[in-house]
């Protein structure tokens, strides 16, 4: 059951309204100012991919700490275990830019698309130049008001399976002033890292308090924030 729900999400609706809504995205996008064409490009197609996950794979999710939810824009500092908070995050969190790995723009469509989104895509393979990269363009989308979304491990991890918390995100927040929203969820007990297969069940995505990181040692602060959403993942 759980793989024929799987395939029903990817081959009917994820699918066939990503690259519909890629196409539309292009032709209509363009003219818009940037947070205008955030909503249009991504904010649909979160909203869309969220409520498919909870109807289709019997995903449905519950978030804690809403309170901590802010006004200004943030760092958001979230742990990475599938593709399921790539997108509700983007739909929690609004107007938003991602860290994303270059090469995710070259996909057919949903690439194209995304880009309008000006996304900040860095490659990895040249680590002082990521960095650069993400302390320019996030210094520049910060301004703009919007927030800006970083997985600190830098890939998914199962679930259960912890990951070092890389300094970009961190140093980001340092140079521009901007706080730390810590984010903690197990979207991987129901999306695995691997494998194909969706299982059922209701995802806990908690929202710590903002973390101003400007005073004391940078180092310091990532470990703690890391031990934080460590022991924030619901089992």
């Given at each position: 059951m759980n793989f024929l729900r799987?395939?029903?999400?990817?081959?009917?609706?994820?699918?066939?309204f990503t690259i519909s809504w890629s196409i539309i995205s292009l032709l209509i996008a363009l003219p818009l100012k940037p947070q205008q064409?955030?909503?249009v490009v991504i904010g649909v197609w979160a909203s869309f991919s969220a409520w498919a996950a909870r109807w289709v794979l019997g995903i449905n999710y519950r978030i804690e700490g809403v309170e901590n939810l802010p006004n200004e824009p943030v760092v958001i500092a979230a742990n990475h275990q599938s593709a399921w908070e790539t997108f509700f995050l983007q739909k929690l969190l609004q107007p938003q830019t991602q860290v994303v790995k270059r090469s995710l723009l070259k996909i057919p469509f949903f690439g194209w698309a995304f880009a309008m989104a000006n996304p900040i895509a860095i490659d990895r393979t040249d680590g002082r130049a990521a960095l650069n990269q993400i302390i320019e363009q996030g210094g520049e989308r910060l301004k703009q008001g919007f927030h800006v979304l970083i997985f600190p491990e830098g890939t998914r991890k199962a679930h259960g399976e912890a990951?070092?918390?890389?300094?970009?995100?961190?140093?980001?927040?340092k140079k521009t002033n901007a706080k730390i929203l810590p984010v903690a969820h197990n979207a991987g007990k129901f999306w695995p890292a691997k494998?194909?297969?969706?299982?059922?069940?209701t995802i806990v995505v908690r929202i710590l308090?903002?973390?101003?990181?400007?005073e004391g040692k940078l180092a310091a602060h990532i470990k703690q924030i890391e031990k934080?959403?460590?022991?924030?993942?619901?089992?």
């Open positions: 799987t395939f029903i999400f990817y081959a009917c609706f994820y699918g066939p064409r955030y909503r990951g070092d918390f890389k300094q970009g995100g961190f140093m980001l927040a494998g194909f297969s969706k299982r059922p069940g308090p903002a973390v101003d990181i400007q934080q959403v460590c022991e924030a993942i619901e089992p």
